[in-house]
């Protein structure tokens, strides 16, 4: 068993420093003298601070000998995954690509599964995803997960290989569930975050979760997603997890708009990005997301969260 991570964000770290714990892992960064800091001072304290790193992890920005290793997990957030791929194709076929990153990307609105497909000929696909925080991980804490691949074999391989002493992952073949479960969800995030900092209250969040996972639905179903993907990890599992903790930085981001705050805009919060691609999908394939076009709104600067809540509550009454 051989794997390496491609991408040093904070959740790759995590992922690689759960893997070495039981076997090699080569992890990837973009930035030579990143990648060199990592590797001496056994410790990313640029991206996930207080962690050390195993002794059977390895750190390089070299993707040859990244890529030498079977299977490959892909780290970088969603608008840069195909930029990666593109960069790098010559070293990453044929492998086993397993993509870790959440998100619709801008342009096509596609999830990240597609655009290895696309990108990478010949290439074996999979995606994890699933409640999830990178320091929890680091950390060792019991953390579940989901993998969505096609391939039931390949799946069954990648389910033994990537579980860990505190990652224990659930297996689905329903790929456009997952990915639509873990990139919906942030979304939805932002707008409960969005409620919190405006001081509206847990009821109000309650009230967004709820109907933003019908959202989620709406979107996933129509576009071939199963329904108890949604009720799992990837969808109400990750949905939880994200709209009510301030590690999260789609929510964090949202309690900046409701407080009226700015901010920092080189940290990457992939629901901004996600929340257009959905919108103008949702349009094109005649959908009403609501709490979707409030968050787009916001983000946008065309609504203020005084207009988005007063648009939300003036819909017209309906059952559940």
């Avoid at 770290?13 to 714990?21: D, E, N, V």
């Avoid at 957030?77 to 194709?89: A, G, I, S, Y």
């Avoid at 979107?219 to 799992?232: H, K, V, Y």
């Avoid at 930085?249 to 901004?272: C, H």
């Amino acid at each position: 068993m051989s794997i390496s991570v491609i991408g040093s964000g904070a959740f790759g770290t995590a992922l690689a420093i759960s893997l070495a714990h039981q076997c090699p892992v080569t992890m990837w960064a973009r930035s030579k003298e990143h990648a060199r800091v990592i590797q001496n001072d056994r410790k990313n304290t640029a991206r996930l601070p207080g962690v050390t790193l195993p002794d059977q992890l390895t750190v390089t920005s070299d993707m040859e000998q990244a890529a030498a290793q079977d299977t490959l997990l892909l780290a970088v957030p969603m608008q840069q995954l195909r930029r990666v791929l593109t960069e790098h194709t010559a070293w990453l076929t044929p492998r086993t690509l397993v993509a870790c990153c959440k998100g619709i990307e801008l342009g096509t609105g596609v999830g990240p599964v597609a655009v290895m497909a696309e990108v990478v000929a010949q290439t074996r696909t999979a995606l994890l995803t699933g409640p999830s925080f990178a320091h929890d991980i680091a950390r060792g804490l019991p953390t579940a997960l989901t993998l969505a691949c096609a391939d039931s074999d390949l799946g069954r391989n990648l389910q033994q290989e990537l579980t860990t002493a505190n990652l224990r992952l659930y297996r689905t073949r329903d790929v456009i569930g997952a990915e639509l479960g873990g990139a919906l969800k942030n979304v939805v995030a932002i707008a409960c975050g969005a409620v919190i900092g405006a001081g509206l209250g847990d009821s109000a969040r309650a009230a967004l979760m709820t109907r933003g996972y019908a959202e989620m639905q709406r979107m996933a179903l129509a576009l071939g997603a199963q329904r108890e993907t949604l009720a799992g990890l990837s969808g109400f599992g990750d949905l939880t997890l994200t709209c009510t903790s301030e590690q999260s930085r789609n929510y964090r981001l949202g309690l900046s708009l409701g407080r009226g705050e700015r901010f920092d805009p080189s940290v990457t919060v992939e629901g901004a990005a996600t929340a257009h691609a959905v919108y103008v999908k949702a349009d094109d394939l005649g959908l009403d997301l609501p709490i979707t076009r409030a968050v787009v709104g916001m983000l946008d600067g065309e609504l203020t969260l005084t207009d988005a809540m007063a648009e939300l509550l003036a819909r017209p009454l309906k059952e559940e």
